[in-house]
């Protein structure tokens, strides 16, 4: 599970909300500043949480009808999400740490 999972508007519901374990989906653009400065550290949570979490990735140019179906409004924005409930919703790149205590939270509930 260690690599990033790259949803689309078919594979949303059974990679998101059938996930057994709590997910982080990842609201970005390929031109969008922030969220190329939040890249690699989204890379470095599918790895460190490999087989804990699951981390998702949704490009909005690509996956439009995502992005309006869950009320993106602006990027970069990320779901903490749990037995299919969105529990947590972030806009803007933070750092590493305060993203792991976000995922650290949803593994221990």
């Given at each position: 599970?260690?690599?990033?999972?790259y949803?689309?508007?078919?594979?949303?519901?059974?990679?998101?909300m059938?996930?057994?374990?709590?997910?982080?989906?990842?609201?970005?653009?390929?031109?969008?500043?922030?969220?190329?400065m939040?890249?690699?550290v989204?890379?470095?949570?599918?790895?460190?949480?490999?087989?804990?979490?699951?981390?998702c990735?949704?490009?909005?140019?690509?996956q439009?009808?995502l992005a309006?179906?869950n009320k993106v409004?602006?990027?970069?924005?990320?779901f903490?999400?749990k037995?299919?409930?969105?529990?947590?919703?972030?806009?803007?790149?933070?750092?590493?740490?305060v993203l792991?205590?976000?995922?650290d939270?949803?593994?221990t509930?």
């Amino acid at each position: 599970m260690k690599d990033i999972v790259y949803l689309t508007d078919e594979t949303y519901e059974s990679e998101v909300m059938g996930a057994e374990v709590p997910v982080l989906v990842d609201f970005y653009a390929d031109w969008c500043g922030p969220c190329k400065m939040i890249g690699p550290v989204i890379e470095e949570l599918a790895a460190k949480y490999e087989g804990k979490a699951k981390i998702c990735k949704i490009n909005i140019d690509e996956q439009r009808k995502l992005a309006i179906a869950n009320k993106v409004m602006s990027i970069p924005t990320l779901f903490f999400i749990k037995d299919g409930e969105v529990k947590e919703r972030i806009s803007g790149a933070l750092p590493q740490n305060v993203l792991e205590e976000k995922l650290d939270a949803l593994i221990t509930i």
